[in-house]
């Protein structure tokens, strides 16, 4: 792996159904985050996690869960998804080297549709 | 509230000209700032940064300029390419808090052969 993944890569989904985006990271970054991108409204953040163990809610995190028991991993969970979750999620990962803040590390996406 | 944004959605260019992409923030304790590039399909890609400690940095072809005094930031871009072409997005950020970046919406930049 080099750098950040995620799965899958699209996905649709019935509405009222569980689902996962997994995503990793292989640079050992202690901060992680994950967004939603929809047209118009450029990217919204969902939940971020500064280091394991810890995690942090954003602008929008109702119906979105994390967990982070480890550095390399960070997955969204839509515990009953809906249409209105239809979106291009990035996940992403910086350093934040004691303090000083570093630019931020993107994955590719994944595409998921609510029906 | 405060906020980050972006003057222009759309530009427009000819291949060869110079782009500038602008961005405005309202919080004035911002001390790091960050510029995107995103292609289409594609998740967003570091360009260039800038710490509140500067007002200009060059990088290849690009250049970012920020003035804290009307809390603005732009970008440019020199003898664009169609490559170029995807949507622009500045971000802000106070080093010292929980770290998180607010996102402008983006402008998209088109380049014309």
């Known amino acids: 792996i080099a750098g950040i993944t995620q799965a899958p890569t699209s996905q649709i989904l019935a509405a009222g159904r569980r689902m996962t985006l997994r995503c990793t990271q292989d640079?050992?970054?202690?901060?992680m985050y994950w967004y939603r991108q929809d047209l118009g409204l450029g990217l919204r953040l969902i939940h971020y996690s500064n280091t394991a163990g810890t995690t942090g809610k954003g602008e929008v995190p109702d119906g979105y869960s994390v967990s982070r028991a480890n550095t390399d991993d960070f997955p969204l969970t839509l515990a009953s998804a809906v249409p209105s979750q239809t979106s291009v999620y990035f996940c992403?990962?910086?350093?934040?080297?004691?303090?000083?803040?570093?630019?931020?590390?993107f994955g590719p996406g994944t595409r998921l549709t609510v029906l | 509230g405060e906020s980050v944004g972006l003057h222009l959605p759309t530009l427009s260019v000819q291949e060869g000209d110079n782009s500038i992409i602008n961005c405005a923030y309202s919080n004035s304790a911002s001390d790091y700032f960050i510029w995107y590039k995103q292609e289409s399909g594609k998740g967003p890609q570091f360009i260039i940064d800038?710490?509140?400690?500067?007002d200009k940095r060059q990088g290849q072809r690009v250049t970012v300029l920020l003035n804290k005094t009307v809390k603005h930031l732009s970008l440019q871009i020199a003898a664009t390419q169609p490559g170029d072409s995807a949507v622009y997005f500045c971000a802000e950020t106070r080093t010292g808090g929980s770290y998180i970046p607010t996102f402008g919406r983006g402008t998209s930049l088109i380049v014309h052969p």
């Open positions: 992403a990962s910086s350093d934040s080297n004691g303090g000083a803040y570093n630019e931020q590390f």
């Open positions: 800038i710490r509140s400690n500067m």
């Open positions: 640079m050992r970054h202690n901060a």
